[in-house]
């Protein structure tokens, strides 16, 4: 649609410019030439295609400005639209005494947030916390088992996706996702330090 708006509009200015040099010939003829008869002729053709394209360039600018104005508000299809945090989320970020995860996972969550551990409160008794799990000392320290458990094989949603990592809570639905062994990031803290 665009593109057929600018090559109308090129093609417009193109008949405007053509014209217009049509129409000064012919006037230069009709003041100048020895044929005035014949030239004169040509005046009134090239004044209307003047006219009209000049018109149309007009109509053609109006179209070209309505034309632009949704393509720029339109937002490209693959760009991930976050929505705003929730107020529980404002109030996770906000307060590091706050815990969202049930009782079985609270005080490993505790601990990490005293840590100094990256944490966010994703949805219910969901978090996420930015640091990779040593379980052997996780295991000395903390009571892991049923109903906590974890794991580091959960499937990526795509293709290529490392699997998933997360200590989890089978009695609560409760979990924190961790960073996964097979991709840490550089500087990822490990907990329990
Ligand atoms: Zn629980």
């Known amino acids: ?36 008869s014949r030239v004169d002729s040509l005046i009134a053709p090239s004044a209307v295609i003047v006219v009209l394209s000049a018109i149309g360039l007009v109509l053609h600018i109006g179209a070209a400005k309505r034309a ?52 966010q409160l994703s949805y219910g008794q969901v978090v996420f916390a930015d640091c990779l799990i040593d379980l052997p000392v996780l295991r000395q320290r903390y009571r892991i088992a049923e109903p906590v458990f974890y794991t580091d094989s959960i499937p990526g949603d795509h293709p290529g996706e490392p699997d998933g990592a997360m200590l989890g809570c089978r009695a609560h639905r409760s979990s924190i996702g961790v960073t996964p062994p097979t991709s840490v990031p550089p500087g990822t803290p490990v907990f329990p330090a």
């Open 68 to 119: 632009a104005v949704p393509a720029r508000a339109s937002r490209p299809l693959d760009s991930p639209v976050l929505p705003p945090p929730s107020p529980d989320q404002l109030a996770y970020a906000a307060d590091p005494m706050m815990l969202g995860t049930c009782v079985h996972l609270q005080p490993i969550e505790r601990d990490m947030r005293l840590a100094g551990v990256g944490t």
């Open 1 to 36: 649609m665009r593109e057929l708006v600018r090559v109308r509009g090129l093609l417009l200015a193109m008949a405007l410019v053509g014209a217009g040099f049509a129409l000064i010939l012919s006037v230069g003829f009709a003041l100048n030439g020895p044929d005035s």
